[in-house]
């Protein structure tokens, strides 16, 4: 599983927005950009909400592979670029960013029993970029060819 979050990326609303992509056997099983209920305080804040919405759908896609003899047992890699996402996520409870709702400390739940391993991954590699800003067509293609999606029509070259 792959996350990441743009903070405060809304001009309006100074909401953010996280992209989550669910990947099983070299293909993409899951895809979703998703604008964050709330305004997040910092960047870690948000990153952690990205990463809180990976780790379900991370549980959601192991227990339907398991369920279907797809997937035997194994911990839930779930990639991101966040060094402050990954150390809220791997403490106990809020520590010093207090307003975390009780939903967001799930994800702590899954770190700490394993089935979720948190993997810092370098963030011109992180797939889940290609859903949270506007990106030029170099990095798009470069991002899609990872994901092993090709363009069934070229591109206008205006792009």
């Not at 809304?10 to 099983?29: A, E, I, N, Q, Y």
Request: glycine share 10%; charged share 20%.
């Amino acid at each position: 599983v792959w996350t990441d979050s743009d903070w405060a990326g809304c001009k309006t609303s100074r909401k953010s927005t996280d992209c989550v992509l669910c990947m099983f056997g070299g293909s993409v099983v899951y895809a979703s950009s998703k604008t964050q209920a709330f305004v997040a305080q910092s960047s870690g804040e948000a990153e952690m909400a990205g990463i809180h919405r990976g780790g379900l759908v991370g549980v959601f896609c192991q227990n339907f592979l398991q369920e279907v003899g797809l997937l035997g047992t194994f911990p839930i890699e779930l990639r991101t670029d966040s060094s402050a996402g990954i150390a809220m996520c791997r403490r106990k409870g809020p520590g010093r960013v207090r307003h975390l709702s009780v939903k967001q400390l799930f994800i702590q739940e899954l770190v700490g029993s394993k089935r979720v391993v948190l993997v810092k991954w370098p963030g011109e590699q992180n797939l889940a970029d290609i859903g949270t800003k506007v990106l030029d067509r170099k990095r798009t293609d470069f991002l899609l060819g990872r994901m092993h999606i090709v363009r069934a029509m070229p591109a206008p070259s205006s792009c």
